[in-house]
């Protein structure tokens, strides 16, 4: 059983950066991909970035690919999205979600997830 907590959410403007965190309970975290998704209102769930479990391979969703960084600590049970030049489009609820297998692109291959944190981003 794993538990996310996601934080770091706000407003903010175009342009700006932000990190969002998110912490992991349970001593398996190691055992898990990890990854963040957003959705905006009216839209789908969709695939921002993952991190393998040992944190050595990343990927990204094209849209953010050059602006956001994942990342993991495996001692301190968290995930990092740095999120840089930021648009407007960008605004979502981001959630963290953890994964024991499957493809780390597609949603329903991830177990465990967290309950979201607001960004938005204004012109």
């Known amino acids: 059983q794993v538990q996310l907590v996601e934080s770091g959410g706000r407003l903010l403007q175009a342009g700006g950066s932000l990190t969002l965190s998110c912490a992991a309970s349970?001593?398996?975290?190691?055992?898990?991909?990890m990854a963040w998704f957003r959705q905006a209102p009216g839209n789908e769930r969709d695939f921002v970035a993952a991190?393998?479990?040992?944190?050595?391979?990343?990927y990204y969703a094209d849209s953010v690919k050059g602006r956001f960084t994942i990342s993991r600590d495996n001692a301190k049970n968290t995930v990092l999205l740095q999120m840089n030049s930021l648009k407007p489009e960008d605004t979502a609820v981001y959630y963290c979600?953890?994964?024991?297998?499957?493809?780390?692109?597609?949603?329903?291959?991830?177990?465990?997830w967290g309950q979201g944190t607001q960004v938005t981003v204004s012109s």
């Open positions: 991190i393998s479990k040992d944190g050595g391979r990343t």
């Open positions: 349970g001593r398996t975290f190691s055992s898990y991909a």
């Open positions: 979600a953890a994964a024991n297998s499957g493809s780390v692109y597609l949603s329903r291959n991830y177990d465990y």
